[in-house]
């Protein structure tokens, strides 16, 4: 049978071959036992039940989607792909021509999947679907995601709408060259840029507590790594302050979550629970839940910002006046690196990077290390 496609199609479902009804049918899953329009229909959020085959097939020329089989031609008795012999595949070349924008080729089950390894040679994205055999329905509501996910319209594709070309990719030397900006900034002793090695020295005196959770320490490696790519890509100087400030707020957060007993009573308008070293995240769902405005945490009302939280490690004595002002300040930095209409620039500095490692550290000093 001849391929449905066109030179708007954009997904092509591939399958085996037609069966015997479809064959003399003249139309694609003929079949009623076949579920392939079941899916298709579920898929776009569009029953096919009472279409005509031709309704059927404007849908999916309408969504971009095309049909077309794996074989031009094979032995195959009882249309069972399991007794498929002397296949011959069709000429998948003629695709480029015939729909030259095809961006994913859905093989529908592993018989048509053989056919990977051509269309792969000839540039296509495919993925394997599940079978819309009637003998493959063990796991129909795995089967139906499968196919959601691949034939659910992702929106407009502007690069094609407006003729967009890829950038050019760069070779090696020209990505790991020293970027203009941050060729200005020269060692005074040399007047050379500092090597990675210069500025490692001195990343790696900044660091962390033991007592520091890992997953502020691996937000702060991050921003480490990104000032040492400042290198390379000025714009990470300013990226590398930002995650260094989100490893504050992180610190804040897990500070606030270190001070409560373990399991910690949690109350809300309509329950009350022991939860067992709970993040803040996990009890601020709970919180924006229904009915959950009212809640407690040891006793106390659950602090939902960070402003709050501050207040409560204050309040607690966890912290003092000044180291509250302190990340005050860089929660306001980081609004601010966070909320313009332009890129805000940096230039390169420590500074931010030693500034919150001493106040993440300040926070954490007081629990006891035990490495």
């Not at 048509?112 to 269309?119: I, K, Q, S, T, V």
């Not at 659910?152 to 690069?159: I, S």
């Not at 020209?174 to 200005?184: A, E, F, K, Y």
């Amino acid at each position: 049978m001849p391929p449905v496609v066109d030179e708007d199609t954009e997904i092509l479902i591939l399958g085996t071959l037609p069966s015997d009804k479809s064959i003399a049918a003249e139309q694609y899953y003929a079949n009623p036992g076949n579920d392939f329009w079941k899916l298709v229909g579920a898929a776009l959020d569009n029953s096919l039940d009472d279409l005509s085959y031709e309704d059927k097939l404007a849908l999916l020329k309408a969504c971009r989607i095309g049909l077309w089989d794996a074989y031009h031609s094979c032995v195959c008795p009882g249309s069972m792909d399991g007794n498929i012999t002397e296949q011959v595949r069709n000429d998948f070349n003629i695709l480029k021509s015939l729909a030259p924008n095809i961006r994913l080729i859905c093989f529908n089950g592993k018989g048509a999947a053989e056919a990977e390894e051509p269309l792969h040679e000839l540039g296509f994205k495919t993925v394997l679907l599940p079978s819309s055999s009637p003998a493959n329905r063990r796991d129909q509501d795995g089967r139906m995601i499968h196919w959601m996910r691949a034939l659910r319209p992702t929106g407009t594709d502007f690069n094609r709408k407006y003729g967009l070309e890829p950038e050019p990719v760069l070779d090696d030397a020209d990505v790991l060259s020293p970027d203009g900006l941050s060729s200005l900034f020269t060692r005074v002793d040399t007047g050379l840029i500092p090597s990675l090695s210069d500025v490692q020295s001195v990343l790696g005196k900044i660091l962390l507590i033991p007592q520091v959770p890992d997953s502020v320490k691996r937000t702060f490696q991050i921003a480490k790594r990104l000032y040492l790519f400042g290198r390379f890509e000025y714009g990470f100087y300013t990226a590398s302050q930002h995650y260094a400030f989100l490893a504050t707020e992180a610190a804040i957060f897990s500070r606030w979550t270190a001070s409560l007993p373990n399991p910690v009573n949690v109350k809300g308008k309509n329950f009350s629970q022991q939860m067992f070293s709970p993040s803040h995240s996990q009890l601020a769902e709970l919180f924006y839940a229904k009915d959950g405005r009212s809640l407690s945490v040891d006793g106390l009302p659950f602090p939902n910002s960070l402003t709050k939280v501050l207040k409560t490690l204050r309040e607690g004595s966890v912290i003092d006046e000044r180291t509250e002002k302190w990340l005050t300040a860089v929660i306001g930095l980081r609004n601010d690196l966070s909320h313009h209409e332009s890129t805000t620039m940096l230039p390169p500095s420590t500074a931010s990077l030693s500034t919150a490692a001493q106040l993440i550290n300040t926070l954490f000093d007081s629990l006891p290390c035990t490495s």
